[in-house]
């Protein structure tokens, strides 16, 4: 391995959190590396390139940021993480990587993941991101990879409440609809997947990065995002608390022209109920997701 030395390096002015279970630490190291994430992408807007002294030839400490993020885009780089450990960050200029590698130092092996793929950064990045190593935390362009919302979004003091994790779904659903929306205007179509419905996944080839920097792939509750359109009117949704999908699919086929009134009842009082966005503009959604 060409970095072993990753995997000894200590910074001891971040202490352990002992007594704490392994989602409170991945918790707090999730919060720092979303603080760095945003820096790193406020740099870049402002510089058009991400910092960093050699791209993409090594991950280094988040430290080493500190002469380009400090004080302008970040008050104070972390020290360490939870495991008394530096942060680690990589880019090869156009893509960009921070992340902790929990407690069995997963790291080490980050480079190599990425070093030896023989097609190029993009598919070393899906791989990397598919299997981080167990208990680490890891943002790649943006996108927390391998862990649930409680992880990455959650409060200090444990799981979201199925309020907070409706209103994660809505922030994304808009931001999906948005991207949508915008793809229609310069195609004088909405995107057209299926005859019916599909995993709104498959969108972010079209979106992602010119309509939507990051597409979010899955709900407050870890599930897909689902996507209808028959290129004149589209609908994105969530299956919400209980994870039944009533769409709709005899209700929504190619030759629909207008969506059935049945899909779209406004605020429910079914706390599960699915989370709708018609045309960019949420049509169903369980009550207080909005507030």
């Not at 910092?51 to 993020?69: A, H, I, N, Y």
């Not at 799981?159 to 991207?179: H, K, N, P, W």
Request: hydrophobic fraction near 35%.
């Amino acid at each position: 391995m060409r970095h072993g030395f990753l995997i000894g390096l200590v910074v001891i002015a971040g202490p352990l959190w002992a007594g704490d279970d392994l989602d409170s630490l991945q918790r707090a190291a999730a919060e720092d590396i979303r603080m760095i994430a945003e820096a790193v992408h406020r740099f870049a807007v402002a510089n058009n390139y991400y910092p960093g002294r050699s791209p993409g030839s090594e991950f280094v400490p988040v430290e080493t940021l500190r002469q380009d993020l400090v004080p302008e885009y970040l008050s104070v780089v972390p020290a360490a993480d939870p495991w008394s450990r530096t942060y680690w960050y990589w880019t090869n200029g156009e893509h960009f990587i921070v992340g902790s590698g929990g407690p069995e130092a997963a790291e080490g092996t980050w480079h190599d993941v990425i070093e030896q793929s023989p097609r190029g950064p993009s598919p070393a990045l899906e791989s990397l991101c598919s299997s981080p190593g167990k208990g680490s935390v890891l943002l790649i362009d943006g996108r927390f990879c391998a862990l649930s919302k409680d992880i990455t979004h959650g409060p200090p003091t444990g799981a979201l409440t199925d309020q907070e994790r409706g209103a994660l779904s809505m922030e994304d659903l808009r931001a999906i609809t948005v991207a949508v929306m915008a793809y229609g205007i310069d195609n004088n179509a909405y995107p057209v997947l299926t005859d019916g419905v599909a995993g709104a996944e498959v969108l972010r080839s079209l979106l992602e990065p010119n309509y939507i920097r990051i597409f979010p792939l899955s709900d407050g509750w870890g599930r897909p995002y689902f996507y209808w359109s028959n290129g004149k009117t589209f609908l994105v949704y969530s299956t919400g608390g209980d994870a039944e999908d009533r769409l709709y699919g005899s209700s929504l086929q190619s030759d629909v022209e207008v969506v059935p009134s049945s899909i779209c009842n406004g605020p429910s009082r079914r706390p599960g109920a699915d989370i709708i966005f018609r045309n960019g503009e949420p049509c169903q959604w369980p009550e207080g997701a909005l507030d």
